[in-house]
């Protein structure tokens, strides 16, 4: 279930995810690597208690151990206050323009994805390009934010299946296994 | 011991490596102490018997991308300016960021822990003055500091290997342990080094190599520098903390921002300090004795806003990084770089005199230069590499090839950068955090010293990366120096950040004494790297714990330590 975006939104990023992430050989595109997906949960973290800003510890069970990253971590007032003014915006609100007003995230993305075109979905991909690079404020924040998607744990929305971390022969968070010291020292 | 007058014996004032520290040895001596961290705790439980909270994890968004250990930059923005003619500042927002969190800068490095040289306590008596700077000799040498190197590698836990560094001064015996598994990029590197007639050496590093302190060995999961350990194998900060808590004598407050230190009416006697709680109420705290230990950037603004211990006009002047030259190789097959320690292996050749380097300082209008450690390191996370690649297609063919992460080898120098009276923290006259305090601004520019180090060793070290194997190599330098002023107008990224509250004899010249004391202030010392008169070309961490362990066991009146020579 979408927490912030539209269908057609998430339509859209996904679609222009797999411009900035293309798929090649066995690397999947930014579509397929859920980066629509981590993007939601992201503007939508404080949809959920504790929102979904920082990841539990310390395993996620993917190598051994209880999985724990899924238990998010509860926000300091302060926290809170930087992490809703990133996605929301300032608004106009005191505590959050101490040092002037802040566009969130959510502004960004919503009149970014409306700024790329109602026909978005269905022109070519060299147009797709051409409309992502003539918005570069929209670019900018979700090519970052598609690579955290992309190859970040996955309990933040994307990377599923750690699909993005099996493409460029990255394991990922390892611990409680680790490595053994002939692992770290030789040659594969 | 605490007389009714005082809530606690001392108030200590961050809980990093230099805090942590103090509260160890002074609750050792019996005293009572207050630890005030103005971010929040992720590091142990306050309770007994003081376990992890499960907080840390081998996760780059948490680490990396949301700022989990602070400072978030939206709340507490730094700036950043090289000189007058860039105005105000040129940037607001992360500016040489360290942890703040319980555990402070200790909680995010991999641990490389060296000590000094004896000629970096007397660099101006024995190599000499550079002009454009005030090169000075410390009030301490290495003889004095041995027992206290000893004691602060037997407290974090270093694993070493003694007699492995040609360079390295006398010492009193062997490490705690010995040293943990080379990274396969180090074992390229530092035989190609040797080849060239290069001395590198197991670094010295405060991660278990082998159980230790009740912690467990460390299991090489490879989110090591800027993540922090999640199975407590790393020594600082959490060691000289447990240590404290153990004595039921440390009361750690969490979310307790100081915002002024409290004097008495005479102005040379600290009180205590006021601190803003969690819910942004006002507390006063007394001590007999008010340790500052914020850190370098931290402590000069603290006592900037509280106007006090500035008679010399020094606080927050002589700021110093080091100089990073990075040389990067790329290698044509996988060197796994995310298993182990992020690094393995040092060379100090670099800091070492002689005729070649000699005459080519003297080449570029300076007597001598020295530039500092080299680290043989792997490269960073799939997160960070993504972004540094451009978007499009060649995006994922990088990413496939992972010529920037996973076959890349790193050479980080970590030059010693001159003290310039010019190079400083002050207050910011508009950016504010959001306690709604001046936020700390560091001025700073390069000495030719430092660009003429690092043009004289870069081609160097490209020469060991090839050798090692390097089919590519390149380098890049923080501050940068390619293109014209206007585009060298980046901070630099160094964490390692010294010298605003010099220490020295003589109160015109220097702000705390030999034993770290406050010349303008009796009861109060400073205990992180903010005293260091030159930065040297070693990391900072362990010279901070073993100064800290000696100014502590002074103030406290317990003997100082005295050590012998190894047989």
Partial sequence: ?188 | MTDPAHDYDAVIVGTGPAGATAADVLTAAGWSVIMLEKGRNHLLSLDAPFAPLGHVSNDEIKFFSRHFLGPDPFLEPRTYRRDDGDGDHLFAGEVNNLPSTVGGGGFHADGKLPRFRAVDFKARSELGPIEGSDIVDWPVDYDEMEPYYAEAENLVGVAGRAGANPFAEWRSGEYPMPPGADMFGAVLTTEAAQRLGYNPYPAPTGVNSVPYDGRPACNNCGFCGFFGCPIDAKGDPVAPLRNALRTGRCDIRPESYVERVLLDASGRTARGVRYLDADGNAHEVTGRVVVVAGGAWETPRLLLRSEIANSSGLVGRYLMYHFQTYVVGSFPFRLHGHRGRSVTHLHDDHMILDADNLAFAKEHGLPYFRAGIVEHGGGGHPILEGQYTEPGIAHTREMLDSKMRDRLWAFTVQGEDLPQITNQIDLDPRVRDVYGFPVGRATYDVHAHEVVASRYYAPKLAEIMRAAGAEQTFSITSPRLEGDRAARDGASVSRHIMGTCRMGDDPRSSVVDRWQRFHDVENMICTDSSVFPTSTGYGPTLTIVALAIRACRALAGVPPLQSQRAS
């Fill in chain 1, 1 to 188: 279930m979408l927490r912030f975006l539209t269908e057609h939104e998430h339509a859209v990023l996904a679609a222009a995810a797999d411009r900035l992430i293309p798929p090649l050989d066995a690397h999947p595109g930014g579509a397929a690597l859920g980066v629509a997906d981590y993007v939601d949960r992201l503007l939508g973290a404080f949809t959920f208690d504790p929102p979904l800003i920082f990841a539990g510890g310390p395993f996620s069970g993917r190598a051994g151990g209880e999985a724990s990253f899924g238990k998010f971590l509860t926000l300091s007032r302060h926290e809170e206050t930087a992490w809703r003014t990133r996605i929301e915006g300032s608004r106009g609100m005191a505590e959050r323009e101490f040092n002037g007003p802040t566009r969130g995230w959510q502004a960004i993305y919503r009149e970014g994805i409306a700024a790329l075109g109602d026909d978005f979905l269905t022109v070519a991909g060299a147009e797709q390009d051409l409309r992502l690079r003539a918005n570069p404020e929209l670019r900018e924040v979700f090519y970052a934010h598609a690579c955290e998607g992309a190859y970040g744990p996955p309990e933040y929305g994307g990377n599923p299946g750690t699909a993005g971390w099996i493409a460029i022969d990255f394991p990922g968070d390892v611990q409680p296994r680790g490595w053994t010291d002939e692992e770290v020292r030789g040659r594969d």
